[in-house]
């Protein structure tokens, strides 16, 4: 396991745009599959987005998709969440995960495949 930590939440307004960070500490950070997951009030935690080791695979819910662009930065041992055209409905605590992987092209999107966990980030959208 390795330790995440998020930030960059926030109170944004509809139609705005926030950029969360995930950085992991070790020197070993390309070789984790990153995810970003959310979870509302009273709603499961739902999977938003996740990329490859290198950055090469890069796959998104349909409710984000064409709003938010995920990265990474493997020289920073960050992963990054660019939120654009944020919606009330994206109000939710903000979760980075990552899982080891060996294979280079490889992308996970279920909760139950990764490992490692940060405390969350609360990215709030006011109408």
């Known amino acids: 396991q390795v330790q995440l930590v998020e930030s960059g939440g926030g109170l944004v307004q509809a139609g705005g745009s926030l950029r969360l960070s995930c950085a992991a500490p070790?020197?070993?950070?390309?070789?984790?599959?990153m995810g970003w997951f959310r979870e509302a009030p009273g709603k499961e935690r739902e999977w938003v987005a996740s990329?490859?080791?290198?950055?090469?695979?890069?796959y998104y819910g349909d409710s984000v998709k064409g709003r938010f662009t995920i990265s990474r930065d493997n020289a920073k041992n960050t992963v990054y969440l660019q939120m654009n055209s944020l919606k009330p409905e994206d109000t939710a605590v903000y979760y980075c995960?990552?899982?080891?992987?060996?294979?280079?092209?490889?992308?996970?999107?279920?909760?139950?495949?990764?490992?490692?966990w940060g405390q969350g980030t609360q990215v709030t959208v006011s109408s």
């Open positions: 995960a990552a899982r080891w992987e060996d294979r280079m092209l490889i992308v996970s999107t279920r909760q139950r495949d990764f490992d490692s």
């Open positions: 070790v020197d070993t950070f390309s070789r984790y599959v």
């Open positions: 990329i490859s080791r290198i950055g090469r695979n890069t």
